[in-house]
């Protein structure tokens, strides 16, 4: 394929996992100074301030720990997307480290890439690669995000863990045919090229009826602090998932 067509088929794939996740490809110098997208080239405090006070504004009754979870999962959630989709239906990389993503309100949902270039390899090259790229892009949120409040490490490494083994459990969704051996192998893969500790593999438990992988969140993402709402299905804090 041409490298155009890769690029197709990861906004088209994009689209298919969730309509929010509408990709483009526009080249860096067609990109304004005035441009109020999320970029690593530029400071962005402001606008993630911005985007914590409109969670907060949404579910006051919330609290704190619930608004900086739901920011920083908000923030996360389109690279690791991207990620999982260039490395299983790809099989290339684009660089998503310099990607741009729309603040929308009380959400991120859009995603622009600026270079047309390419990374080819195996999948575990790929995973290496990427976990570097997305390494540097979290670590400047997170020097943004301390701007203006505490933001530790130990937490956001929790919660990344929690997303990339999700996005495991959804590769299975889609292909059942994977096995559980396969993806647990490529689960260490992500976890060890982020440098994070092989003991969140424990979060991914056979099910007993459907023989398939099932996870259990080592984080709670709070949601259930918000009127109306109750705790997530895979919550470490759902009776169902107490050992």
């Known amino acids: 394929m041409q490298n155009n067509e890769y690029f197709e088929l990861l906004f088209t ?9 509408s990709g483009s490809l526009i080249s860096k110098f067609e990109v304004g100074d005035a441009d109020s997208r999320l970029n690593i080239s530029k400071n962005n405090s402001a606008q993630i301030k911005a985007l914590y006070e409109n969670v907060s504004y949404m579910s006051p009754e919330a609290g704190n720990a619930y608004w900086l979870t739901r920011t920083w999962d908000l923030l996360c959630w389109q690279p690791i997307y991207i990620a999982f989709i260039s490395v299983y239906q790809l ?23 600026h270079h047309s270039d390419l990374t080819f390899g195996s999948n575990e090259d790929l995973i290496s690669s990427v976990a570097q790229q ?3 892009l979290f670590s400047s949120y997170r020097e943004d995000i301390s701007q203006w409040t505490r933001i ?3 937490f956001t490494n929790h919660l990344l863990a929690d997303g990339l083994l999700n996005c495991i459990v959804k590769l299975q969704a889609n292909w059942p ?3 559980n051996e396969y993806l647990l192998e490529q689960a ?14 424990s979060s991914l438990q056979i099910d007993v009826n459907t023989k398939q992988l ?13 009127d109306g709402r109750k705790l997530c299905p895979d919550c470490p804090r759902h009776p169902d998932n107490k050992r």
């Open 134 to 136: 997305l390494s540097e």
């Open 188 to 201: 260490k893969l992500w976890l060890e090229a982020f440098s994070l500790p092989n003991k969140h593999l």
């Open 91 to 113: 099989n290339a990389l684009p660089n998503i480290k310099d990607m741009s993503q729309e603040i929308k309100t009380d959400f991120v949902s859009g995603y622009t890439l």
């Open 214 to 226: 099932r996870l259990v969140r080592t984080s709670c993402c709070l949601v259930y602090k918000c």
């Open 13 to 21: 794939s994009s689209k298919q996992i969730t309509p929010y996740l």
């Open 177 to 179: 045919t994977l096995s």
């Open 152 to 154: 530790r490490p130990g």
